[in-house]
């Protein structure tokens, strides 16, 4: 797509961006709700968050919480 189209509020594909920006955010906080010795949920979901599967070599450590002090 040309880095200059604009994208009307109203049209399909604001629509289909809107929906897609929910599902990523949706999925990005169910990531963050993982342990990092979790691997497999994390895989799971990073696999429906990209569309696609990734292997067992795949590794991701999800943020810490913030601590309070």
Request: proline share 12%.
């Amino acid at each position: 797509m040309d880095a200059h189209r604009w994208i009307g509020v109203r049209s399909p594909e604001f629509r289909a961006v809107s929906e897609r920006i929910k599902v990523a955010t949706r999925l990005s906080s169910k990531l963050s709700s993982y342990r990092w010795d979790e691997p497999e949920p994390i895989r799971e979901v990073f696999e429906e968050l990209i569309g696609k599967p990734v292997d067992d070599s795949f590794h991701l450590t999800p943020p810490s919480p913030p601590t309070t002090g």
